[in-house]
């Protein structure tokens, strides 16, 4: 999957014992983001609706969440990806803007994701065509020069950005499932009511939009005039698109809000100790919301890789020191009693 901030990498087995526990069918994933939770509670076995606002997600979700994999023929999936493996470079927008103006990738590999991209809108329409969008953006994920932040790129580049870039085969999962391009907050009350709710909000004032910049320019395809040494996409600035979770002042309102209106016998909510709201609060909402029963899980993780490098100004010049390494995870579980202390029962079984 690709490096991505706030990935619930090691709480996805835990998720997964919550949703057998409780005996769910149908899941929602509210703030889905690289879709690595979907995809557990689809492998899981339940039907499961992804839901997020950045289009680099959607791509994703379709790919891993809506694709039944059973209904994709392997040859004509590896047929396509070879063809488009075998294009030789061709410079354009990403080669310009992401390897010259910035560093985000070697320019070769550069002139390969511009050629690649271009050919894959021949598939546009079909069933591939988030499958190979999904296969890009791994490989050039796998050969970037970044921290696993778009906000920036490394001063010198990282040691994979010099290997070639790979397209392999998106590890696809059977059934079918949905994915939703919309905000959490608008939608969670008009979709059909589910067995299990998972929402992972931002924690924070920066936007998974410009922190991922680079795919949804990739997914889009729209060539965007830019801003700044990072070449962020000018409607990065556009105050339509920002998500009420990023405003500090307006976020513990909209996240009690939306606790009280999505529609799930359970609901899990995951959040760290650097967030905006405490457990306390949380757990008071979700209680407002009329749960019967509340649990609240802590699980010790260690932070982002670039919280152990430190603060460094555009210059490359170090402004400021590593803070904490680690913090605190909770999965916060509500619903009927019964199935609370299942569904924390079976997390501590797979957390040991």
């Not at 649990?295 to 010049?317: H, K, M, S, T, W």
């Amino acid at each position: 999957m690709l490096k991505y901030l706030g990935s619930k990498r090691r709480l996805v087995p835990v998720l997964g014992a919550i949703a057998r526990a409780v005996g769910a069918r149908t899941a929602l994933d509210l703030f889905t983001g690289t879709t690595r939770v979907a995809q557990e509670l689809k492998r899981t076995g339940l039907q499961v609706t992804a839901v997020d606002c950045a289009t680099y997600s959607k791509v994703l979700a379709d790919c891993y969440v809506a694709t039944d994999a059973c209904l994709v023929d392997p040859a004509a999936l590896d047929d396509a990806l070879a063809r488009l493996a075998a294009l030789p470079g061709r410079p354009g927008y990403v080669t310009e803007t992401f390897c010259r103006r910035s560093r985000y990738f070697q320019p070769p590999n550069g002139a390969r994701i511009d050629a690649i991209r271009d050919a894959i809108e021949d598939h546009a329409g079909t069933p591939l065509h988030a499958i190979l969008l999904t296969s890009l953006l791994l490989a050039a994920d796998r050969v970037d020069s970044t921290t696993g932040l778009q906000m920036a790129y490394l001063k010198q580049w990282a040691p994979r950005s010099f290997r070639d870039l790979k397209l392999r085969r998106p590890e696809l999962l059977p059934g079918t499932g949905t994915a939703l391009l919309a905000d959490a907050s608008q939608v969670a009350d008009t979709l059909p009511a589910v067995d299990l709710a998972y929402l992972d909000p931002p924690y924070n004032q920066h936007r998974y939009f410009t922190n991922y910049h680079v795919w949804e320019t990739l997914v889009r395809w729209d060539s965007p005039a830019h801003y700044g040494i990072a070449c962020k996409r000018v409607d990065a600035r556009e105050e339509v698109g920002r998500s009420v979770f990023n405003r500090k002042r307006e976020m513990p309102a909209a996240l009690a809000s939306l606790l009280g209106r999505v529609r799930a016998e359970v609901v899990v909510v995951s959040y760290n100790d650097e967030a905006w709201v405490s457990a306390e609060q949380i757990t008071g909402w979700l209680r407002g919301a009329g749960h019967e029963a509340v649990e609240v899980l802590a699980f010790d993780a260690r932070r982002y890789v670039g919280a152990q490098i430190g603060v460094f100004n555009p210059a490359g010049e170090r402004v400021g020191e590593t803070g904490r390494l680690r913090n605190t995870e909770y999965v916060f579980v509500a619903g009927p009693r019964d199935k609370v202390a299942a569904a924390a029962q079976g997390a501590r079984v797979d957390s040991r």
